[in-house]
């Protein structure tokens, strides 16, 4: 399978890039009925255990790559130790218009807007049930964009109904730049009702110990982000995730701004996030001072980068746009990168 992403790689490279994107899909689609999809090792040194979930290794695939849940078996092959489904919404919607994802190759970077195409929470759900054991599903959850952001809480509501009883975690996504009015959540007077509802509705359901974990963009300023982990450690939800994609254009290297503008709006991921994530985090860490465990995601694209964010204090790190750029075999490498000097 591996052989055959990388004699693909070039012609993959060539396609539009959502066209791309399906065509690995329905690959590995196939790959997952495979009777004996291998199944990685992990050394026991790489273990964690973070928000009272046992981890095989601490490399996860962050959220928005597989949506709908449909390759759980292929992460696993991979040897991803856990895997973020969704963002997923409670009602199927079809996202923004296409052309809305972008690749520039040369930088290492990702532009999308896909807007939370999703095919809803029970469709979601449904595929769940038939989840590989000995990996860790994480469900992320969003709201559906003709929901005015007063009645957000019920949408989460909504899909963490459905979803959450089919996953391990559940991450609260106030961070996504590609629905009008969301990152407003993150506004501490908005999370504070927001995550509050969310802890009811865990409790009624015999959730408690499900952790909730809440994923906050790399825009905020340093004041805003210090407000929000003291609302969040308050609160009583299990960790936060930092960080989604970037609004910030200067991180582009000025040759490829150009291009990069006239593609419009979106946020951006990869190596140009690289370092605005990890001032993010570091502001983050400090501020909770050990009260909650952080994932640490944004521009992770080498095991030298993972291993970073994991000295800085992260329990666990998720990679996406390195995974597109780099191909499956990336995930082996980071893991043998991190034993070499573990
Ligand atoms: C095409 C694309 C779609 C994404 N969709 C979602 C999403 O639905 N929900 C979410 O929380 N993050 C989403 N993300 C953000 C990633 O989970 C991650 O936070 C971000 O890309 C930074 O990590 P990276 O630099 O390793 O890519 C998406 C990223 C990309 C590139």
Known sequence: MRDLYRALRPLIFRLDPETAHNLAFWLGERACSWPRLPEPEHAPSLRRTAFGLDFPTPLGLAAGLDKGATLLPLWKSLGFGHVEIGTVTPRPQPGNPKPR????????????????????????????????????????????????????????????????PGVDYIALNVSSPNTPGLRNLQAPAALEPLLAGMLDLRKEMGLERQPLLLKLAPDLAPEDLDAIVEVAAASGISGLIATNTTLDRGVVPEPLRTAVESKGAGGLSGVPLKAKARDVRKRILAALNGRLPLVACGGLGSAEDVRGALNDGAALAQIYSALIFEGPEFVRQIHVGLLERN
Do not use: C, H, W
């Open 101 to 164: 994802l972008f690749r520039f190759p040369q930088a290492g970077l990702i532009l999308n807007r896909m807007g939370f195409n999703s095919e809803g929470a029970e469709a979601v759900a449904a595929r769940l049930r038939r989840r590989p054991a000995g990996l860790v599903v994480g469900g992320n959850l969003g709201k559906n964009k003709e929901t005015p952001e007063a009645l957000a809480l019920d949408d989460y509501r909504a899909a963490y109904r459905l979803i959450a």
